[in-house]
């Protein structure tokens, strides 16, 4: 934990890791999901449009290039000397495996590139793929990020995630077998969810071996199952107040040792429809900072590992 924050944030843990700035590229592969194709179900999560998370530059740029053109620009902003290549749109464990490979080994030979963070679901890793990223980390730094969201069931049928706690619990203990890190990411302001349920979350992933956490406002994109509840009066944003109190509380939950790699979102501006403080990040995260310090609040509080 940093002297400035009070949990244990992801740019410190690169820092002791490797002495110096490094920066995460986010990457599209062009890739998709077994919740938009139909292996699992159609459409997807109520909250993601056709884009998902990516930016689409997986038509237009290999991985290479997306690479090159994110160290010229992030380079040059964060005076960054090392990156990893973040496979961030879509499920990125979900294609053949030779295609994958292929990927990954462009993404690594890039100079500068110290390790990879794949973004993916808990049901679509296979061991051949866990086994190709435990062989990698014999070089590189490999986070696999593992969409959760919720540790109720009721909410990810709600919200059509296509998978179950128990499909998320599994992959965590064959991803673990291989010493892979798993980041988490968890969505706060979930419909049918009230302030003790996403709590209960942290205390679920307390228990669980798992390295880091990436936390999430619910925000509402246009085009989206959500929106249509939004514009029907199914469904209300969390406000700010509200969400900064959560967050502090979710940390404090945590084990000290997990790294929290992200305390809120990135809504694209021109897709957003509501809370329109969401773009606000910066003034967020110091409102997170100011209320943990302020109640007394830091990462590990309140944790409470549960005897087995």
Request: hydrophobic share 35%; charged share 30%.
């Amino acid at each position: 934990m940093t002297d400035k924050k009070p949990y244990r944030d992801f740019n410190s843990y690169l820092l002791e890791l490797f002495g110096c700035r490094v920066q995460k590229i986010t990457l599209d592969a062009g890739l998709t999901c077994p919740n938009r194709d139909g292996t699992v179900g159609y459409g997807g999560c109520i909250y993601c449009n056709v884009r998902g998370s990516g930016t689409g530059l997986g038509k237009t740029l290999s991985i290479k290039e997306q690479l090159e053109q994110g160290k010229k620009i992030l380079g040059k902003k964060y005076k960054a000397k090392k990156f990893l290549g973040y496979f961030q749109s879509f499920s990125n464990t979900y294609a053949p495996f030779e295609k994958l490979k292929k990927l990954y080994d462009e993404a690594l030979s890039v100079p500068g590139v110290v390790g990879l963070s794949i973004g993916t679901r808990p049901d679509c890793v296979s061991e051949e793929v866990l086994d190709l990223l435990a062989e990698y980390q014999r070089k590189y730094l490999i986070w696999l990020e593992y969409g959760l969201q919720s540790a109720k069931d009721e909410t990810l049928k709600l919200i059509n995630r296509g998978h179950t706690v128990e499909d998320f619990v599994k992959a965590v203990e064959k991803t673990r077998k291989r010493q892979i890190p798993i980041c988490v990411h968890v969505i706060l302001g979930l419909p049918g969810e009230i302030p003790e349920d996403m709590i209960d979350t942290a205390k679920f992933l307390a228990n669980l071996d798992i390295q880091g956490v990436k936390l999430h406002l619910l925000y509402i994109i246009r085009g989206t199952k959500l929106h249509q509840m939004y514009e029907k009066g199914e469904y209300k944003c969390l406000d700010r107040e509200t969400y900064v109190r959560l967050v502090g509380e979710f940390l404090a939950h945590l084990p000290p040792d997990v790294v929290i790699q992200r305390i809120t979102g990135d809504p694209h501006r021109e897709e957003l429809i509501a809370p329109a403080w969401s773009l606000e990040k910066r003034r967020n995260i110091n409102m997170i900072h100011e209320y943990m310090k302020r109640h007394d609040l830091y990462q590990g509080k309140f944790y409470r590992k549960l005897q087995r």
